[in-house]
C-alpha cells in the first residue's frame, strides 16, 4: 500500500511520476487521504475533506492518461483551497457563521485553471473571520494549530493551508495575501508562500455589492508549497487574465538577466527591533545569496514606515465599513469581533473623505520612490516577521497587541501596499527546533527574479522534515 511518505517530495515529482505512470493519481490521492485521516485531527487545518470526489477525479485522471491523453503537469497533485476562495464542492465559508451554507454555482478562476492542470483538490483549509486576523481561529471550525509547537501561532489567515502542505496533507495549499496572509503561516509551519503582484492572479469573481478599494489594491491570490519551483509551477498554470476580476491582467515579464544581480538587505525594518534568531536568519540567506553570485548592499527602504502606516489605517477604514453588523447582516464571530475593535482603535481610521482621499494620493508618492530603488536594488530580503512566531491569540488583547503585532509585520504589509511580488520560505530550524524563514521582495511582475534568488536560498538549506505532529 502506498503511503505519503513512498510519495515524491514535491508537487512537480508527483505530476511528472503521474504522467509517466510511474504511479497513479488514485494511489498518490489515497495515501494523502490517510495522512488527512491521521493528522489533521491534531491540526484542524482542514475544515472539510473531499475524500469520495477526489478519489472519482483521480480515477478520470488515471483513465483520461491510460486513453492517452495528457492530463496535464499538475496531475494527481492533491491540493487544498482556503475557505475563502470558490470551490463548488463545498460552501465558500471565509471561516464565518453566517456563510455556512454559502455553496459557489462555480469555481474561482484559480481553482479551474488548477483542476484543468490536472490537480485534485482534497480539503478546504481554515481562515479566522473574513482573513482578518494574524492567527487563525473563528467560531464556525475553531483554531489551526501550529504542527511544529502548539503554544505557538500558526499565524493567519491562510493557515489551514500552510499546515496541510508543512505535515503533507497536501502538495499545494491555495491562500490569499492582504497583509501577509500567505508569508506568515508559510514562516510559522516551514513552508513556501508566494504573494503574487496586484492582478497577475484572478481573484474573487466581482459581486454586485462591490469590492473594497484595499480588497482590490492589496489582496492577491497565490500558493503555498514545500518548494520554490512547486510555486513556480503552480503560479505558471493560475496567471494571467479572467473577465470576472477586473484587477487581474496579462502582464510583462521582468526577466531576471534585465536587472543587476544586487540585493538590498533589512536585517530590522526601521530599527524598531528583531529576535536574534530572525536577524540569523537573514545573514544565513543573505551568505547563501553571496556566494551564489549576488551582489549584497545594505539598504533602508523608502518612505518604509509611511507605507506601513498607511495599508494599515486604509485597511482599518474599509474594515469598519464592510465587515459592520448592520452590513453583514450578522455579527463577525467573538475572535473577529475583538480583533477588529482593537485594531481599528490602535489604527486610527480615517473619520472623512478628504482624509481618505489623501492616503490614497500619497500612495503613489511612496510607490514611486520604491520603483526607482527597485530599479538598482531590484530585490530586498528581510524578515517576515521580526519576532518568532508568538502564542496563540497574540494578535488580541487591546491596542499595544494590536500595535505589536502590526510593527512585527511592517516589512511584509508595505509589500502588499504597493502590490510588490515577495517570496517566504524557510531557512532550517532554530535551536528550539522551529523553522526560521525570510522573504524576498522584487519589483513589480518580476516573480522570476524572485524566484532565482529564492532557489539560492533553498539550495544552502537542508529540506525540513515533516513537523512532529
Same mark, same amino acid.
Given at each position: 500500500? *502506498? *503511503?505519503?511518505?513512498?510519495?515524491?517530495?514535491?508537487? =512537480?515529482?508527483?505530476?511528472?511520476?503521474? =504522467?509517466?505512470?510511474?504511479?497513479?493519481?488514485?494511489?498518490?490521492? %489515497?495515501?494523502?487521504?490517510?495522512?488527512?485521516?491521521?493528522?489533521?485531527?491534531?491540526?484542524?487545518?482542514? @475544515?472539510?475533506?473531499?475524500? #469520495?470526489?477526489?478519489?472519482?477525479?483521480?480515477?478520470?485522471?488515471?483513465?483520461?492518461?491510460?486513453?492517452?491523453?495528457?492530463?496535464?503537469?499538475?496531475?494527481?497533485?492533491?491540493?487544498?483551497?482556503?475557505?475563502?476562495?470558490?470551490? @463548488?464542492?463545498?460552501? *465558500?465559508?471565509?471561516?464565518?457563521?453566517?456563510?455556512?451554507?454559502a455553496v459557489p454555482a462555480v469555481d474561482a478562476a484559480i481553482v479551474r485553471r488548477m483542476r484543468k492542470a490536472g490537480a485534485v483538490p482534497v480539503g478546504r483549509g481554515n481562515m479566522p473571520d473574513f482573513g482578518m486576523r494574524w492567527d487563525t481561529d473563528n467560531d464556525l471550525f475553531g483554531r489551526t494549530l501550529n504542527p511544529w509547537d502548539a503554544g505557538r501561532s500558526a499565524g493567519g489567515s491562510s493557515a489551514g493551508d500552510a499546515v496541510a502542505v508543512a505535515t503533507r496533507m497536501s502538495a499545494i495549499g491555495l491562500g490569499n495575501d492582504f497583509g501577509g496572509s500567505l508569508r506568515l503561516p508559510a514562516y510559522a509551519a516551514g513552508v513556501c508562500g508566494l504573494r503574487p503582484s496586484r492582478?497577475?492572479?484572478? =481573484?474573487?469573481?466581482?459581486? #454586485?455589492?462591490?469590492?473594497?478599494? *484595499?480588497?482590490?489594491?492589496?489582496?492577491?491570490?497565490?500558493?503555498?508549497?514545500?518548494?520554490?519551483?512547486?510555486?513556480?509551477?503552480?503560479?505558471?498554470?493560475?496567471?494571467?487574465?479572467?473577465?470576472?476580476?477586473?484587477?487581474?491582467?496579462?502582464?510583462? =515579464?521582468?526577466?531576471?538577466?534585465?536587472?543587476?544581480? %544586487?540585493?538590498?538587505?533589512?536585517?530590522?525594518?526601521?530599527?524598531?527591533?528583531?529576535?536574534?534568531?530572525?536577524?540569523?536568519?537573514?545573514?544565513?540567506?543573505?551568505?547563501?545569496?553571496?556566494?551564489?553570485?549576488? &551582489?549584497?548592499?545594505?539598504? &533602508?527602504?523608502?518612505?518604509? &514606515? &509611511?507605507?506601513?502606516?498607511?495599508?494599515?489605517?486604509?485597511?482599518? @477604514?474599509?474594515?469598519? @465599513?464592510?465587515?459592520?453588523?448592520?452590513?453583514?447582516?450578522a455579527p463577525l464571530g467573538r475572535s473577529a469581533t475583538r480583533f477588529l475593535r482593537d485594531s481599528t482603535a490602535a489604527a486610527r481610521p480615517y473619520e472623512t473623505a478628504a482624509e481618505y482621499a489623501q492616503a490614497w494620493a500619497r500612495s503613489a508618492v511612496v510607490a514611486a520612490r520604491w520603483r526607482r530603488l527597485l530599479l538598482e536594488v531590484p530585490l530586498i530580503l528581510g524578515p517576515v516577521s521580526t519576532s518568532r512566531m508568538r502564542e496563540p491569540d497574540h494578535d488580541l488583547g487591546g491596542t499595544d497587541a494590536a500595535d505589536r503585532a502590526w510593527r512585527d509585520l511592517r516589512l511584509t504589509v508595505a509589500a502588499n501596499f504597493l502590490g510588490l511580488p515577495a517570496l517566504a520560505l524557510p531557512t532550517g530550524l532554530d535551536d528550539g527546533g522551529l523553522p526560521t524563514g525570510v522573504q524576498v521582495i522584487g519589483p513589480m511582475f518580476g516573480e522570476d527574479l524572485v524566484f532565482a534568488a529564492a532557489r539560492d536560498i533553498e539550495a544552502a538549506v537542508p529540506p525540513l522534515p515533516a513537523p512532529p505532529v
Open positions: 500500500m *502506498t *503511503t505519503s511518505s513512498d510519495l515524491p517530495p514535491d508537487a =512537480r515529482a508527483i505530476g511528472s511520476a503521474v =504522467r509517466r505512470g510511474q504511479i497513479s493519481a488514485v494511489e498518490v490521492t %489515497r495515501a494523502h487521504l490517510e495522512r488527512i485521516a491521521a493528522v489533521n485531527p491534531h491540526v484542524n487545518a482542514l @475544515t472539510v475533506v473531499f475524500e #469520495e470526489r477526489a478519489l472519482a477525479l483521480a480515477a478520470h485522471l488515471d483513465a483520461a492518461r491510460a486513453a492517452g491523453e495528457d492530463p496535464g503537469p499538475l496531475a494527481g497533485v492533491p491540493i487544498s483551497v482556503k475557505e475563502n476562495i470558490d470551490l @463548488t464542492w463545498s460552501a *465558500t465559508t471565509n471561516g464565518w457563521r453566517g456563510l455556512a451554507d492582478g497577475l492572479v484572478p =481573484r474573487a469573481a466581482v459581486r #454586485e455589492s462591490g469590492v473594497a478599494l *484595499t480588497l482590490q489594491s492589496f489582496s492577491v491570490n497565490g500558493p503555498l508549497a514545500r518548494r520554490v519551483d512547486d510555486l513556480e509551477l503552480a503560479l505558471d498554470v493560475v496567471r494571467g487574465w479572467d473577465a470576472d476580476d477586473p484587477v487581474s491582467l496579462e502582464a510583462p =515579464r521582468v526577466r531576471p538577466d534585465a536587472r543587476p544581480r %544586487r540585493v538590498g538587505v533589512v536585517r530590522d525594518p526601521l530599527g524598531w527591533g528583531a529576535d536574534e534568531q530572525v536577524l540569523a536568519a537573514v545573514d544565513r540567506a543573505a551568505a547563501s545569496l553571496s556566494g551564489a553570485g549576488w &551582489e549584497i548592499v545594505e539598504i &533602508e527602504p523608502p518612505l518604509l &514606515e &509611511e507605507a506601513a502606516v498607511l495599508w494599515r489605517r486604509l485597511s482599518c @477604514t474599509d474594515m469598519l @465599513t464592510s465587515l459592520a453588523p448592520e452590513v453583514l447582516g
